[in-house]
């Protein structure tokens, strides 16, 4: 790196699908737009290479001028150096020529196997909160962020099933909360050198096992890319225990660092839900032992504290009731 210079990383790793076209690095090329405008180098590392990118831009730094590196591009090559002029638009005006030359020729692509890219880059989870469904992990996360939050932590905070289908990059999750730039860029700035968090929840929106959006993970990757050049930025990360089982990407979170802590979430005992049930007014003793079993899970207990109180609740009509009830909590949340 000559004295001087500034750099930008992007890191990617798919699963295999062949190498990035210019096409399918549309949304990777946009995000590094601003850094190229700024007048930074741009290193992309990508686990499966990009050769149409890198050839384009290897052309761009051997040419002299602008006119001597259109004369040696390729007929594909220059219709993708034209096609890269709207990637790159500024203000929704493609840029010119000129400028694209300019900006090719600050990018550097790398491919690396997906084994030497995990040993390159190292993604620490600090906390992870994590539990079968229904048993309170986004509480006790919104506990910990009050109790932080009182010492005057920053704190930045993603709920994934918020995130749409498009989402790809860090900025755009801080888009998706109102920030103009990464969680990962701004919250060390914010923090100043002290401590602050960064909670990732409901990520099994995002999980392979079962979510639904599971490509937009690639945007907390981003965002947790950045974070180890601020080592007082902690990560605390909500999920289910089954998606950390099934999905590759979040187990290898959580085994990146052995200094990463997780922390189960348990049912509460039968006592603690006849505590709850007594306070908001119910006998627990006019339930079954099947339904105190239900009643264990925080879900279900929330749920069941919203329905009118009746001396002994028949299953049929319990269910109907709670089943009423949780569709209207998830149609508002």
């Not at 295999?16 to 737009?33: F, I, M």
């Not at 998706?176 to 100043?192: H, K, Q």
């Not at 001396?311 to 909590?329: D, K, N, Q, W």
């Amino acid at each position: 790196m000559a004295k001087g210079e500034t750099w930008c990383d992007q890191v990617k790793e798919v699963a295999s699908r062949g190498p990035w076209s210019l096409r399918s690095a549309t949304t990777l090329l946009k995000a590094v737009a601003s850094h190229l405008a700024a007048g930074r180098k741009v290193r992309l590392v990508l686990s499966t290479g990009s050769p149409a990118l890198r050839d384009l831009a290897d052309r761009a730094r051997a040419a002299v001028t602008l006119a001597e590196c259109e004369e040696v591009l390729t007929g594909p090559q220059g219709r993708d150096f034209t096609a890269l002029c709207e990637v790159w638009a500024d203000d929704g005006k493609p840029v010119d020529r000129e400028t694209l030359w300019r900006y090719l020729r600050s990018v550097h692509v790398k491919d690396y196997s997906p084994e030497n890219l995990r040993e390159l880059v190292h993604i620490t989870v600090d906390r992870a909160v994590r539990g079968t469904g229904g048993l309170g992990q986004s509480t006790v996360a919104a506990n910990v962020r009050e109790r932080l939050a009182g010492p005057g932590w920053p704190i930045a905070v993603v709920r994934m099933d918020r995130a749409g289908p498009s989402a790809r990059t860090a900025r755009d999750l801080g888009a998706m909360t109102n920030l103009r730039d990464s969680p990962g860029i701004l919250l060390p700035g914010v923090a100043d050198g002290g401590p602050g968090l960064f909670v990732v929840d409901q990520s099994d929106a995002v999980s392979l096992y079962g979510g639904r959006t599971a490509d937009v993970f690639e945007a907390v990757e981003d965002v947790l890319a950045q974070l180890p050049a601020a080592p007082n930025i902690k990560v605390l990360l909500v999920v289910r225990t089954v998606d950390v089982e099934q999905d590759g990407r979040l187990s290898r979170l959580m085994t990146a660092d052995p200094r990463a802590e997780r922390f189960p979430v348990g049912e509460p005992t039968e006592d603690s839900a006849r505590a709850v049930l007594t306070a908001s007014g119910n006998d627990p003793d006019n339930l079954s032992p099947v339904t105190l079993e239900l009643l264990r899970t925080p879900l279900r207990l929330a749920v069941f504290g919203t329905l009118p109180l009746l001396p002994a609740p028949c299953p049929t009509g319990l269910c109907s009731s709670s089943t009423a009830v949780t569709r209207r909590m998830c149609a508002g949340a």
